[in-house]
Structure formats: structure tokens, C-alpha cells
């Protein structure tokens, strides 16, 4: 039996994996310090990247250990400053001498306490980013283009009006996400966020890393069939079918979805 340490020492090699996988320059996905990721270790803590960090170089000493129970509650708050969130991520740290969690601790805490999630990453995707900036960023959280769109990022994503990064923002994915769960009875592969990024969720860094490419093409394909007059989207109909059909469950569990 894999002992609790390897266990960790293997998650946070998946997430440092996971990281570089975003990281990569050629991806256009994140540069510089944009965009985080997260892996649960236990129900009592995850680690989260530290804020200033590359995604493309993230070391092990750039990634911190956070309590969800110094966390979690502050989404019900509704009147706190700037200092206290800031106060709060750096008590949730299990080693004072760590870096500083980013802002986004906050929502990768939620995201991470919903079933079947166990990885989380987030980046500004040029391609999802240029439509999130766009009027028909709503469509494009509610509509879908081809089949591996549906396969990889669900029949829809929850879709975060522009909302202040931080307790703001998290309050508001807690609430859109809830409702989706709601709907669907699962958690979402992707949240898409009004003039920011994207979110991927699942239960393997491969999961994660599916949605966010898929994502991604799927906001290039959109972006060359407006150039086309469309885009054209698949019927209400097709895409209950698709994410019904018995071979595209196979192909969701090969990816590890």
C-alpha cells in the first residue's frame, strides 16, 4: 500500500506536470506569472501555486500547502478588506515559511471540495480569452460547435460575469457553479469568466489539461467560423446525444474524465 507521503509526493509531481503542461509557451495558454493550478492532498488540505509564479517553471518550493478550513468560511463573508483576505491566505498556510497562496486559494478551495475534483487549473487562453472579451462570451459558455467539444467540456459551462479577483470572484463561482450542479447533477469540466480565463476541473491532471485544450480549439474554430458568418451551433438535440452515446462515455474514460 502507497504510504501517505508517496501519495503526496506524487500529487505534487501531477501538479507540478500539470503546471508546465499549461505553462508551455507554445500553448499560448498562460505566460509570465498568469493563471494557477491545484491538487487536493487530503479532505484537510491542498496545495495551491504561490502567487508571482510561473506555471512554465513552477518548482516545488513555488507551490504552498492550505488548510480548507482557514479558507472555506470566508466565502460566506460578505464585508472583508483587502488585508484581512490577505491575513486569512497567509494563516491557511501549514508552513509559515512558505510562499504566499495566490488570491485564487479562495475558489480553487471550493472547487477542490466538490466530488470527483481533485485537480483544478486556470489560465487566460488567448483564443477563449479574445471571446471571453467579446460580445458573445455568454454564448460560447452555453452553446457547443463539434463533438469533442461536448466529449471534453460538457454540455455547457457556468459563465462568471467580470467579477473582482479574489473573495468577489470566488463567491460568484461558488454561486454560478452550484446552480450547475444544480441542473446537471455533476460538477462542470469548465468555467469560463467574463474579460479573465477559463477554469478546468476533474479528477486527473489529464481531465484538466482535455477541457482546457479543447476549450481552446474550440475558441479558435469558433473564431474562424465568424470570420465565415457563423458560427452555426450544433442543435439542443445532437448535443444531448453526444453526451449520451455509450462510445463517447468509452472515450471519456480513456481520457481519464
Known amino acids: 500500500m502507497k504510504s501517505r507521503h508517496a501519495d503526496s509526493d506524487q500529487k ?3 501538479l507540478l506536470r500539470l503546471s508546465h503542461e499549461l505553462g508551455r509557451d507554445d500553448r499560448g495558454l498562460a505566460m509570465l506569472g498568469e493563471g494557477n493550478t491545484s491538487v487536493q492532498l487530503s479532505p484537510a488540505t491542498f496545495l495551491v501555486k504561490g502567487s508571482g509564479t510561473s506555471l512554465a ?3 516545488a518550493t513555488d507551490v504552498v500547502e492550505c488548510r480548507f478550513n482557514a479558507l472555506l468560511p470566508l466565502l460566506d463573508k460578505t464585508q472583508l478588506t483587502d488585508k484581512e483576505v490577505d491575513d486569512a491566505l497567509l494563516a491557511s498556510r501549514m508552513d509559515a515559511t512558505a510562499k504566499k ?3 485564487e486559494a479562495l475558489l480553487h478551495a471550493y472547487l477542490l471540495s466538490l466530488p470527483a475534483v481533485d485537480f483544478v487549473g486556470h489560465t487566460h487562453a488567448i483564443a477563449v480569452t479574445s471571446i471571453l472579451c467579446s460580445p458573445q462570451a455568454r454564448d460560447f459558455a452555453t452553446k ?7 466529449v471534453c467540456c460538457d454540455v455547457a459551462s457556468p459563465f462568471i460575469p467580470y467579477t473582482d479577483p479574489g ?11 452550484d446552480a450547475f450542479i444544480q441542473q446537471y447533477n455533476r460538477p462542470p469540466r469548465v468555467i469560463l469568466m467574463e474579460n479573465h480565463g477559463l477554469i478546468t476541473l476533474g479528477k486527473t491532471v489529464e481531465a484538466v489539461l ?3 485544450l479543447m476549450a481552446e480549439k474550440a475558441a479558435k474554430i469558433w473564431r474562424g467560423a465568424a470570420a465565415l458568418g457563423g458560427p452555426q451551433f450544433m442543435p439542443d ?3 444531448r446525444r453526444v453526451t449520451g452515446r455509450p462510445d463517447e462515455a468509452v472515450r471519456r ?3 481519464n474524465m
Open 12 to 14: 505534487l509531481h501531477d
Open 57 to 59: 517553471t513552477l518548482k
Open 101 to 103: 497562496p495566490s488570491v
Open 144 to 150: 457547443r460547435l463539434f463533438p469533442d467539444h461536448i
Open 167 to 177: 473573495l468577489k470572484l470566488a463567491q460568484t463561482i461558488r454561486k454560478e457553479t
Open 210 to 212: 482535455a477541457a482546457m
Open 237 to 239: 438535440e445532437q448535443v
Open 253 to 255: 474514460k480513456q481520457l
